[in-house]
């Protein structure tokens, strides 16, 4: 069984900034693609930012230049630092990664629980 856990969510003053943690656990034999997705109050959920297996990042038009992803392979997490944050980005932030599971030997994908971003004016 696999784990996907995120931590750091909370309340911020728009302008502040906040580091959302992600960490994956349990039958594992690799990690591929680790991402992380939010949603929004009556909306989609929608990618946010992408570490690639290729170790490439990609960001949405909306948070580029004030999210980094980041990831440390060692402790099975990644990070979303996020700066300069805006009443728009209040949303549940969900982590969603690629692996390998070591009890199938299988490409398999999960999805964590997710953690809640407030941004106040």
């Known amino acids: 069984q696999v784990h996907v856990m995120e931590s750091g969510g909370g309340l911020v003053q728009s302008g502040g900034s906040l580091r959302l943690s992600c960490t994956v656990s349990?039958?594992?034999?690799?990690?591929?693609?680790m991402a992380w997705h939010r949603q929004a109050q009556g909306k989609q959920r929608e990618s946010v930012a992408v570490?690639?297996?290729?170790?490439?990042?990609e960001y949405a038009e909306s948070v580029k230049g004030r999210f980094t992803i980041s990831r440390d392979s060692a402790k099975n997490t990644i990070y979303l630092q996020m700066n300069s944050l805006k009443v728009d980005d209040t949303a549940v932030y969900y982590c969603?990664?690629?692996?390998?599971?070591?009890?199938?030997?299988?490409?398999?994908?999960?999805w964590g629980k997710g953690t809640l971003v407030i941004v106040s004016s």
């Open positions: 349990g039958s594992i034999l690799g990690l591929y693609t």
């Open positions: 570490f690639t297996e290729a170790g490439t990042t």
């Open positions: 969603n990664v690629d692996f390998i599971d070591s009890t199938t030997v299988r490409r398999a994908n999960e």
